[in-house]
Structure formats: structure tokens, C-alpha cells
């Protein structure tokens, strides 16, 4: 099951038996529009607080994909999520609703891996037959909290994200026919890295060595050539942090051919949408995995990938504090049965 010093073998590769993939109104206008179940035409959602519409968001993705999986929500033995809010207030408030054993998680935006990863191991080893897992983000309730309030119009340079308004959701079993299906085979569990950054407008740059390192120690503990994948993509680095990422993959000895490296902060918004350097927050992976990805490779377009999804363990107070920023990330390999 451990294999190399950070990794692990899903021997029995559980299945993503169903997905689900909620959004707001950026998402609505962005790239990959057709690959959300639910669209939202404004940030409220009919709620009175941001962080009420988050949970909407959380509740949407997990909704559809036990729908798609005509499965009660009592069939379910755990639920394995979390976001950026305050405590993950959020997903906590989703998982009252949902009414099954939680298991909440923060690793920012690396949560989507870190979950999918847990959820894996679960199934693998029989600790569960169903298992939900996800991530969740919402614009302007991050960027409250972390930033400026949005209606404060504060100007971002170049180097700042566009946190995405979505929550993904999926469900993890061995108990479904693995044919044709998307199986998870591997996680590689990262390390904290610090470069010691401190500006909360260039998370790209500040997670870059922490996606080299994981993505680097996959490939030593797998004894695999990144050639193996048809798709290695990352969580939200943006374009500064890919490019920085790619470059210290070279570095580590690793060639890994330039179109087959993506990032999802890079892949969800239209060419024109002001989003700086690409698209960010803990529902970016889990969107565009469980909606376009897994679709795309459904269709024949992906035989194997790897998931790198990142996180920037920074909080209000720590930066308040001049602390520098603590980076993660955890890889996942699919592959289409």
C-alpha cells in the first residue's frame, strides 16, 4: 500500500462512480460552462450572506452526484470535505444537512487531492463501501476574508487569482461495475514547503515549489516517467506559478512534455475574463476535475492523469503577523478502467 516514502497504491482502484459540479455567475460566462450541473446567474443565491451561498454550493455538488448515483444519502458512510472559510463553516453547515459521519479537512486549496486521496484510502481498504468527498469555494466570501471585500473595489496587480464561485463533489465505491470507469490508483501525500513568500497577491508563485516537490516525489516513489500520464494538471497555480512550477520540474530532472502540463485556475475562465492570472480558490480543482476532466476523459480524450491540487496554508491573522506563507500539495492519479 506505501510505496516510496509519501505515496500510496490503490490496490483494489475504488471507482469515481458519479460527480457533482456546482457554480456561480464567472463560472456561467467562463470556459467550461457545459461541464457544471448547476449554475448560479448571481453571487447571493437567494441567501441573505455570502457564506450562506457557499453552502448552497456545497449542498448543489453533492446533491447531484448521489442523484447520478441513485443513491440514498443514508447509504453513504462518510462525508470528507472542506473549504476556506472561517473553521470551514461552510461545508460544516453542508454536512448538517447532509446528515452522515464528516470528516472535515482543510488544506486550502489542496483539499479537493487531500480528500480524494483519504477517500481512496478508505475504499481501498474496506473501511467504507461509499464515500463522499469534495471542495468548495465562493468569491466574494474569501475574498472578505483573506483580502478586501469586493465592494471595496480594490485594485490587484497581475500576479493575484480570481478565487471560482463552485464546489465539486464526488462519490468513491468499490461496490460499481470498474469497466469504463475512472478509478483512482495512487496518491502522493506532500510535504509543507515555505520559500519564505509573504504577499497574499502571488499564491501562484508561493505554491509553485510546493507542487514540484509532490509532483517530483511521485514520480521517485512510482518509479514511473512522467510520460506515463496522458495529463498532469494542477490545482490553481495560475500562469505565474505553472510557468514557475514547469521550470523547477526541469530543474529536478523531470521533462515533462509542455502540453501535456495544464492548470485548472488556467482552464475554467474565457480568454478576455478579468481574472488576472488565471482562476484560484479550494473549488477550482474540484470543479474542473469533477466536471471537465472526468468528462473529457469519459469521452476517450485521457487514459491516465495526474492531479495536482495546491494550497497556501496562510491565514488573516498569520499574515497580519508578517508570517510567511506554508505551501502543500497532494497529488492523485486516475485512470479510465
Not at 90 to 111: K, N
Not at 181 to 206: E, W
Request: charged share 15%; proline share 4%; net charge negative.
Amino acid at each position: 500500500m506505501l510505496k516510496g516514502k509519501q505515496s500510496w497504491v490503490f490496490q483494489n482502484r475504488p471507482v469515481i462512480a458519479s460527480t457533482g459540479v456546482s457554480g456561480g455567475p464567472f463560472e456561467a460566462n467562463g470556459n467550461l460552462a457545459d461541464d457544471f450541473d448547476v449554475l448560479h446567474d448571481d453571487l447571493w443565491m437567494g441567501e441573505d450572506s455570502y457564506e450562506k451561498a457557499h453552502k448552497v454550493l456545497s449542498e448543489e455538488a453533492w446533491q447531484a452526484a448521489l442523484q447520478k448515483s441513485n443513491l440514498q444519502k443514508e447509504e453513504v458512510q462518510f462525508y470528507i470535505a472542506g473549504d476556506l472559510i472561517n473553521q470551514i463553516t461552510p461545508t460544516s453547515f453542508s454536512a448538517r444537512t447532509l446528515q452522515i459521519p464528516y470528516f472535515g479537512i482543510f488544506g486550502a486549496c489542496s483539499t479537493s487531492m487531500e480528500g480524494l486521496a483519504l477517500a481512496s484510502f478508505i475504499v481501498n481498504y474496506q473501511g467504507a463501501d461509499y464515500v463522499l468527498t469534495g471542495a468548495s469555494s465562493h468569491n466574494a466570501a474569501v475574498e472578505k476574508q483573506f483580502r478586501y471585500p469586493t465592494e471595496y473595489g480594490g485594485q490587484k496587480p497581475p500576479t493575484a487569482q480570481w478565487t471560482v464561485t463552485g464546489a465539486g463533489a464526488a462519490l468513491v465505491t468499490s461496490k460499481v461495475p470498474k469497466q469504463n470507469m475512472p478509478v483512482t490508483t495512487s496518491a502522493t501525500i506532500g510535504k509543507v514547503i515555505d520559500m519564505d513568500f509573504s504577499d497574499p497577491f502571488n499564491m501562484g508563485g508561493a505554491m509553485a515549489p510546493a507542487a514540484a516537490d509532490t509532483i517530483t516525489a511521485h514520480f521517485k516513489d512510482m518509479q514511473l516517467d512522467p510520460s506515463y500520464y496522458d495529463l498532469i494538471v494542477t490545482g490553481d497555480l495560475g500562469r505565474i506559478g505553472q510557468e514557475t512550477a514547469y521550470e523547477l520540474l526541469g530543474n529536478n530532472g523531470l521533462n515533462i512534455e509542455r502540453e501535456k502540463f495544464k492548470d485548472c485556475g488556467l482552464m475554467i475562465y474565457r480568454e478576455g475574463q478579468p481574472v488576472q492570472s488565471g482562476g484560484s480558490g479550494a473549488g477550482c480543482s474540484a470543479t474542473v476535475l469533477y466536471g471537465h476532466i472526468l468528462n473529457q476523459m469519459k469521452q476517450g480524450a485521457y487514459k491516465r492523469i495526474l492531479v495536482v491540487a495546491t494550497g497556501a496554508l496562510l491565514s488573516p491573522l498569520t499574515f497580519q503577523q508578517n508570517e510567511s506563507i506554508p505551501c502543500i500539495a497532494h497529488a492523485v492519479s486516475i485512470e479510465m478502467n
